[in-house]
């Protein structure tokens, strides 16, 4: 009652109306028509119902805003009643403060005033210009108007039956080759791959939103403002395309919506046969990643309602819902408001329709960017561990921690309502207990996975018997043999020549023999003596150059670690020529301790695996053996850092020993990929465990740190 005769008091006798360069667009939206007010100097849209926009126009200068109030009376639009009168004071300095009306209140210009919020926006906290800081560049509209003419036709019929034909070519070249691109999905984070994305990744986004003013200046709505906005530290380009909105066809503004994902599906689709056409190096990776990230990107940030991009304008104007985020907020925070503080029933003009819209968006949204944050935090901790921790550190103080602690001051304040300052001071201090309780028991893994290498059940080294050349190959490497099958033949010059020998003299010898064999009997004697020499020494030659000829003494797979092209090379005695490896269907996993004490593990447990050649296929598997202990030696090559896994090791006089005991289980899986590559294959192998909770992980990870820094 004091509020409003004050307001009255002060406001009343003023003559004030709406600034004459504001420009007005009436729209069709979910809850009847609606006024569109653009404001062309902070290039701010302000939304307004039929009753508000009575309100607004018949606020004019040529009367005072008691004699304007009394009018709105007599016409029925509002009441002499307090309640009424207070809300329209309230709306009067509602519009002053968005700078539509100018009030001779206060201390000094509105524009100075204006301009001192706008550069206090402009300098954010150190958390916000991480995430988010913008540097505008200057006013590009005149440089649009100017080369509008060489762009313009991708918003016409030219442009779109282009990118019909691109997309059916893509089609064709491309359809059935999804495997491949999800299998190099998985290099996109490594460490020669990621200038390739940045550079993607920047000079994709400059072409996103230039195609978006230039959308703008094709249906003559102005673009103000054009600059650099660094998310996470990476430039990327900006337009104000806020003008838009006061385009009057939908069609309109929901190309300009849609015009940065067009273009960049036309980038995609001539990236994408790029990648097609050529063979793995620079060009192929570049234009993989800008396939991924046109795709990928687009759908998770650009075309999702969810975040606030291009697809949520299109939604909030296919819906016809204006400020759909802050709306969905508001009407949350009003019925939060009245379930826990006791608040009175939110009083609002929502259609159901809206209201349902309201209550399933704002949660949605709060979700998808928790379950994102974490989701990128996850991708990144897999390559880079601290990193990965930074992030995700940072993302939790922003979207949870912040959040919480703004609710909380707010209720412990209570400053709207004294009333209920008593009951909002236990509200949150419930929250201060409760949140940190139920994020302790939040559950973080149900499985444990650890890194496997398919091994053979049985080798069979296949050796040089004697010094020889590769004369015939009959099996090379990867080759499925059965038992008995030939392999090669080696050959001897040598052990030949010398056969040839022997046999020559055994020839000698028996004519000798038949000679004076019933002449001189003690001739004869030395002569067969001399004969079952040679006999033995041809017998023994002749079973060596036999065993030139090598044959598989099980059914397996050729391996061979010798250079592919093995004809006429010449081979050591007991040099290794090849492997028979049977049974590839075993895998080798290693998990550390603190995997195996979570991990339900026992012979006959069922696992999942994914081998590294194809992330897209999950095979069966059954744990068939458990070392009896763990070790820090015999770590297969692959697993560790050397031959690209994760299992750190250093080396030792012996070999490599690993920085922690490894606990080595076989499992049989039920499929194999490409089975005549032989052992060898790397994968990823999922074992399930206990349901772990983020609070034991953090204590143990405490504990694990506390203890190390005693030993140090």
């Not at 304007?68 to 307090?82: C, H, S, Y």
């Not at 039956?161 to 998985?186: H, I, N, P, Q, Y």
């Not at 919480?404 to 509200?427: C, K, M, N």
Request: hydrophobic fraction near 45%; aromatic fraction near 8%; glycine fraction near 8%.
């Amino acid at each position: 009652m004091a509020e409003t005769s004050r307001n009255e008091r002060v406001l009343g006798p003023l003559k004030v109306g709406l600034r004459s360069d504001l420009h007005v667009t009436r729209q069709h939206t979910r809850g009847g028509p609606r006024y569109l007010v653009h404001d062309p100097v902070s290039f701010q849209n302000h939304s307004f119902s039929i009753e508000d926009y009575q309100i607004l126009v018949a606020i004019v200068r040529q009367r005072t805003l008691a004699d304007t109030f009394a009018e709105l009376v007599k016409r029925g639009q509002l009441e002499d009643n307090d309640e009424d009168k207070q809300g329209f004071y309230k709306f009067v300095l509602w519009l002053h403060g968005t700078g539509l009306l100018h009030l001779p209140i206060g201390n000094g210009d509105l524009l100075f005033e204006r301009h001192r919020k706008k550069q206090a926006v402009r300098r954010p906290r150190w958390h916000q210009a991480l995430m988010s800081y913008k540097i505008p560049l200057g006013n590009p509209d005149g440089f649009l108007r100017r080369s509008l003419r060489w762009c313009g036709w991708l918003f016409a019929t030219p442009g779109l039956l282009l990118w019909s034909a691109l997309m059916a070519t893509v089609a064709w070249k491309c359809l059935g080759r999804f495997d491949e691109l999800f299998a190099e999905s998985a290099e996109m984070l490594a460490i020669h791959n990621l200038p390739i994305l940045w550079l993607a990744l920047v000079a994709l986004k400059a072409i996103h939103e230039f195609v978006h003013a230039y959308a703008c200046r094709k249906f003559g709505a102005p673009v103000p403002e054009m600059g650099i906005v660094l998310v996470m530290m990476t430039p990327c380009a900006y337009v104000d395309a806020s003008a838009s909105w006061k385009l009057m066809r939908r069609r309109q503004r929901v190309v300009v919506a849609l015009a940065g994902m067009y273009v960049e599906s036309f980038v995609a689709g001539i990236a994408a046969l790029v990648w097609a056409g050529t063979q793995p190096g620079f060009a192929h990776d570049i234009a993989f990643n800008l396939v991924a990230l046109a795709s990928l990107v687009t759908v998770l940030f650009n075309l999702n309602p969810l975040m606030k991009y291009d697809g949520y304008y299109l939604f909030s104007d296919l819906a016809g819902v204006f400020n759909l985020q802050q709306r969905a907020t508001s009407h949350l925070s009003a019925w939060a408001s009245h379930l826990g503080l006791g608040t009175g029933r939110p009083r609002h003009a929502f259609t159901r329709g809206e209201c349902w819209l309201y209550l399933v968006y704002g949660p949605a949204t709060i979700i998808y960017r928790v379950v994102l944050a974490f989701g990128i935090t996850g991708l990144v901790m897999m390559q880079w561990p601290g990193a990965g921790l930074f992030l995700g550190i940072v993302f939790a103080w922003l979207l949870m921690v912040q959040p919480i602690l703004r609710l909380v001051r707010h209720l412990w304040s209570a400053q709207e309502q004294p009333a209920l300052r008593t009951r909002g001071r236990l509200v949150a201090i419930g929250l201060l207990v409760l949140v940190p309780f139920t994020v302790a028991f939040l559950p973080i893994s149900w499985n444990v996975t650890a890194p496997g290498i398919l091994d053979p059940r049985t080798r069979e080294s296949v050796r040089a018997p004697a010094n020889g050349f590769v004369d015939a190959l009959s099996a090379g490497n990867g080759v499925r043999v059965r038992a008995n099958e030939p392999l090669c033949v080696l050959r001897n010059p040598e052990l030949e020549m010398r056969l040839v020998q022997l046999q020559g003299e055994l020839e000698a010898e028996r004519i000798s023999l038949d000679t004076v064999e019933l002449d001189d009997t003690t001739q004869a004697a030395m002569h067969r003596a001399r004969l079952a020499h040679l006999e033995a020494g041809v017998t023994e030659i002749d079973k060596r150059l036999r065993a030139m000829s090598l044959i598989a003494h099980v059914e397996g797979t050729v391996t061979s670690s010798l250079d592919i092209d093995l004809d006429g090379r010449f081979l050591q005695q007991g040099e290794e020529l090849f492997q028979i490896q049977s049974e590839h269907r075993f895998l080798r996993m290693v998990l550390t301790d603190e995997a195996v004490s979570r991990a339900r593990l026992e012979i006959g447990t069922a696992a999942k695996v994914r081998f590294t050649c194809a992330p897209d296929q999950t095979v069966r598997a059954i744990v068939r053996e458990i070392r009896a202990s763990a070790s820090r030696a015999e770590i297969p090559l692959a697993l560790t850092m050397l031959g690209g896994g994760e299992v750190y090791v250093r080396a030792d006089a012996g070999g490599t020993l690993a920085d922690q005991p490894y606990l080595h289980v076989v499992l049989e899986v039920d499929a194999v990929p490409m089975q005549a590559q032989g052992s060898g294959l790397t994968a990823r192998v999922l074992l399930p465990a206990r349901v772990e909770v983020l609070g034991a992980w953090l204590q143990r990870r405490a504990c694990s740190f506390w203890n190390a820094w005693r030993m140090s």
